[in-house]
T-cell receptor, first 112, second 114 residues
Framework: DVKVTQSSRYLVKRTGEKVFLECVQD?????MFWYRQDPGLGLRLIYF???????EKGDIPEGYSVSREKKERFSLILESASTNQTSMYLC???????????FGAGSRLTVL | QQQVKQSPQSLIVQKGGISIINCAYE??????FPWYQQFPGKGPALLIA?????SEKKEGRFTISFNKSAKQFSLHIMDSQPGDSATYFC?????????????FGEGTQLTVNP
């Protein structure tokens, strides 16, 4: 089975801190995605990457950046965390020609 | 801009009942419509999916009904069980120059009472 691992399940940060959320997949998938999950708002796409060193903005990229230096790793960066970035963050990966997204278990971030 | 609208936001049914979750979309270029199921503490996982050239797809107790002209699709869970209690997301696939991406609905929290 494809496994998508988000190393940090729970994080508590202070306003203004720089935050790194790491995601690693083990099935050589080309495509990787970062979503944000909030009650009543569903899953909203922050950034995605179709290949190494490629990145594209999703629907809500403001306040975030990403890094994909290796195929298996896709990092989400909050340059200066704010309270409105308190949320559940979900990473997903997909083989380039496939329809199915495989999600990690999520990283719950609280910004105080 | 939310292009996939999902309702209801929450749903409570009794064991053995039918759960129905509805979604509506705007973009007629969407060409694939999956449903994802998410249990507490887990990421969403694909449950069932349909393409717009068919009106219905059934897998066990789960059925997608698709109405292309109305731009609506729905998930029916027959004989609902407490183990079906989860959050359900509909989604639709669109295409951009660089590839495809899914747009998700707002989610429905389903509770099945024993």
């Amino acid at each position: 089975d494809v496994k998508v691992t988000q190393s940090s399940r729970y994080l508590v940060k202070r306003t203004g801190e720089k935050v790194f959320l790491e995601c690693v997949q083990d099935m050589d998938h080309e495509n990787m995605f970062w979503y944000r999950q909030d009650p009543g708002l569903g899953l909203r796409l922050i950034y995605f990457s179709y290949d190494v060193k490629m990145k594209e903005k999703g629907d809500i990229p403001e306040g975030y950046s990403v890094s994909r230096e290796k195929k298996e790793r896709f990092s989400l960066i909050l340059e200066s965390a704010s309270t409105n970035q308190t949320s559940m963050y979900l990473c997903a990966s997909r083989d380039g020609g496939a329809n199915v997204l495989t999600f990690g278990a999520g990283s719950r971030l609280t910004v105080l | 801009q939310q292009q996939v609208k999902q309702s209801p936001q929450s749903l409570i049914v009794q064991k053995g009942g039918i759960s129905i979750i509805n979604c509506a979309y705007e973009n007629t270029a969407f060409d694939y419509f999956p449903w994802y199921q998410q249990f507490p503490g887990k990421g969403p996982a694909l449950l069932i999916a349909i393409r717009p050239d068919v009106s219905e797809k059934k897998e066990g107790r789960f059925t997608i009904s698709f109405n292309k002209s109305a731009k609506q699709f729905s998930l029916h869970i027959m004989d609902s069980q407490p183990g079906d209690s989860a959050t359900y997301f509909c989604a639709a696939r669109g295409w951009e120059t660089s590839g495809s991406r899914l747009t998700f609905g707002e989610g429905t929290q389903l509770t099945v009472n024993p």
